[in-house]
């Protein structure tokens, strides 16, 4: 399909979204969460037929999966977007120079934004509401697990659009094909940014073909280190949280690196997570204090691939150190800077991790499930940002608006 037309009209609608009020967008928002609940029934039946080509034993399945409880938590975080205040036309500085000349920097949107994503249906009205709370356009390429799934939603969108007079391009969804992704990350005139969402190969790709600019996003390969100063008990709860709360989510935990002094106290941590069948990846040290003491059929030997990997399933890699200095190293090349953590009681080595890693979020004693746009107070969010340009960690409103600078004078001339 060319999609430049389809482009075009995007660009079009991005004046015509630019002049609208914050209490018309508002409204919008709130017929869209109220339509999302209405319907319901078709969302989920429509999602259903994308479930029924994917193995329920896909870790993608969760992700994809649309319930009576997810819609109605969906058009709440709708609601709550609408709550909040435009990102828009905010005074980041001004002042007057003495020539008269008034320099402000005042926040705008981007103005056209492309969102690649793969199986996460949920995406559709999230990108959407805080795209057009923050005057932006969107063109939504939803990956083919979810084709039925998306054309559902964006249609209930474009309905309430319609409903509100206000132009049906501000949003738009690409067919899922190749050909389609290509075309949209390479459409310079027409799209200001693109954000993927994802797995790590889908951003590598983006990030390899794209023109466009890109903000990357979504990949975590998050670690939790239980330092020789940890709180078993902290560690017990925190580990099971970060690795069991919700396996298909990007926070959720990799790989538990645990210093060698406290490998005793190994069975004890990962107690909780042989109830939600956890496969541990132990290395050798690791396996050994394991053995016997977390179910046979859960534990195998680690190998070269069980670090560095998202899982995004019920496994974990367990790596056992023999300082704190090889705990910062093997975390530092492993990360994928999305959310790291550390468990201790030793206020120093607290700092210190927080110092050396360099990741998007870093925690001292809490779960990595809690980098979270909404757990923020960001409201809803469009993705983590993994990268250090523009954005950083959970993407919200804010995010989604750049600046330019507005100078008023009266005749003034430059000698």
Same mark, same amino acid.
């Given at each position: 399909?060319?999609?430049?037309? =389809?482009?075009?009209?995007? %660009?079009?609608?991005?004046?015509?979204?630019?002049? %609208?009020?914050?209490?018309?967008?508002?409204? /919008?928002? $709130?017929? %869209?969460?109220?339509?999302?609940?209405?319907?319901?029934?078709?969302?989920?039946?429509?999602?259903?037929?994308?479930?029924?080509?994917?193995?329920?034993?896909?870790?993608?399945?969760?992700?994809?999966? =649309?319930?009576?409880?997810?819609?109605?938590?969906?058009?709440?975080?709708?609601?709550?977007?609408?709550?909040?205040?435009?990102?828009?036309?905010?005074?980041?500085?001004? +002042?007057?120079?003495?020539? &008269?000349?008034?320099?402000?920097?005042?926040?705008?949107?981007?103005?056209?934004?492309?969102?690649?994503?793969?199986?996460?249906?949920?995406?559709?009205?999230?990108?959407?509401?805080?795209?057009?709370?923050?005057?932006?356009?969107?063109?939504?390429?939803? &990956?083919?697990?979810?084709?039925?799934?998306?054309?559902?939603?964006v249609k209930i969108i474009k309905n309430v659009l319609l409903k509100c007079k206000i132009p049906q391009d501000v949003v738009t969804?690409?067919?899922?094909?190749?050909?389609?992704?290509?075309?949209?990350?390479?459409?310079?005139? +027409?799209?200001?940014?693109?954000?993927?969402?994802?797995?790590?190969?889908?951003?590598?790709?983006?990030?390899?073909?794209?023109?466009?600019?890109?903000?990357?996003?979504?990949?975590?390969?998050?670690? #939790?280190?239980?330092?020789?100063?940890?709180?078993?008990?902290?560690?017990?709860? /925190?580990?099971?949280?970060?690795? #069991?709360?919700?396996?298909?989510?990007?926070?959720?935990?990799?790989?538990?690196?645990?210093?060698?002094?406290?490998?005793?106290?190994?069975? +004890?941590?990962?107690s909780l997570c042989h109830n939600s069948n956890v496969i541990i990846y132990a290395d050798k040290k690791a396996f050994r204090a394991?053995?016997?003491? +977390?179910?046979?059929?859960?534990?195998?030997?680690?190998?070269?691939?069980?670090?560095?990997t998202e899982f995004l399933s019920y496994k974990m890699a367990v790596k056992t150190v023999c300082s704190f200095e090889e705990a910062?190293?093997?975390?530092?090349?492993?990360?994928?800077?999305?959310?790291?953590?550390?468990?201790?009681?030793?206020?120093?080595? $607290?700092? #210190?991790?927080?110092?050396?890693?360099?990741?998007?979020?870093?925690?001292?004693?809490?779960?990595?499930?809690?980098?979270?746009?909404?757990?923020?107070? $960001? &409201?809803?969010?469009?993705?983590?940002?993994?990268?250090?340009?523009?954005?950083? &960690?959970?993407?919200?409103?804010?995010?989604? #608006?750049?600046?330019?600078?507005?100078?008023?004078?009266?005749?003034?001339?430059?000698?």
């Amino acid at each position: 399909m060319n999609c430049i037309p =389809l482009f075009k009209n995007a %660009l079009k609608a991005k004046d015509k979204l630019n002049i %609208l009020n914050v209490n018309t967008i508002n409204q /919008v928002l $709130l017929l %869209l969460a109220d339509e999302a609940e209405a319907n319901i029934s078709f969302i989920v039946a429509e999602n259903k037929k994308d479930l029924a080509t994917m193995d329920k034993r896909d870790p993608c399945y969760d992700r994809l999966q =649309l319930t009576h409880k997810r819609i109605k938590s969906i058009a709440s975080d709708i609601r709550n977007i609408a709550g909040l205040p435009s990102p828009v036309g905010r005074i980041l500085s001004e +002042y007057k120079k003495s020539n &008269g000349l008034i320099i402000t920097k005042e926040t705008v949107p981007f103005g056209v934004i492309g969102i690649i994503y793969e199986a996460r249906p949920n995406v559709t009205f999230d990108v959407f509401s805080l795209c057009l709370k923050s005057g932006n356009v969107c063109i939504l390429k939803g &990956g083919s697990d979810a084709v039925n799934s998306n054309r559902a939603i964006v249609k209930i969108i474009k309905n309430v659009l319609l409903k509100c007079k206000i132009p049906q391009d501000v949003v738009t969804l690409l067919p899922s094909g190749r050909k389609e992704t290509i075309q949209l990350l390479n459409a310079v005139k +027409y799209v200001d940014l693109i954000i993927p969402r994802g797995s790590q190969s889908l951003i590598d790709y983006i990030r390899e073909n794209a023109s466009v600019p890109v903000i990357e996003t979504g990949a975590g390969i998050c670690h #939790t280190y239980f330092d020789e100063y940890g709180d078993a008990e902290k560690g017990r709860l /925190v580990i099971n949280n970060a690795k #069991t709360r919700r396996v298909s989510v990007c926070n959720a935990l990799d790989c538990l690196v645990i210093h060698e002094s406290r490998l005793d106290d190994l069975s +004890y941590l990962v107690s909780l997570c042989h109830n939600s069948n956890v496969i541990i990846y132990a290395d050798k040290k690791a396996f050994r204090a394991l053995q016997g003491k +977390y179910p046979a059929n859960l534990l195998e030997k680690a190998d070269k691939n069980s670090f560095g990997t998202e899982f995004l399933s019920y496994k974990m890699a367990v790596k056992t150190v023999c300082s704190f200095e090889e705990a910062l190293e093997h975390i530092s090349f492993y990360s994928s800077k999305h959310s790291e953590a550390i468990i201790s009681e030793n206020t120093e080595r $607290l700092n #210190t991790f927080c110092r050396i890693i360099d990741a998007s979020a870093v925690y001292m004693n809490a779960s990595t499930a809690f980098t979270d746009g909404a757990e923020f107070g $960001l &409201g809803a969010e469009i993705g983590i940002s993994t990268q250090k340009l523009h954005a950083r &960690g959970p993407m919200a409103l804010e995010a989604l #608006t750049t600046y330019k600078w507005i100078v008023k004078g009266n005749g003034q001339i430059r000698p």
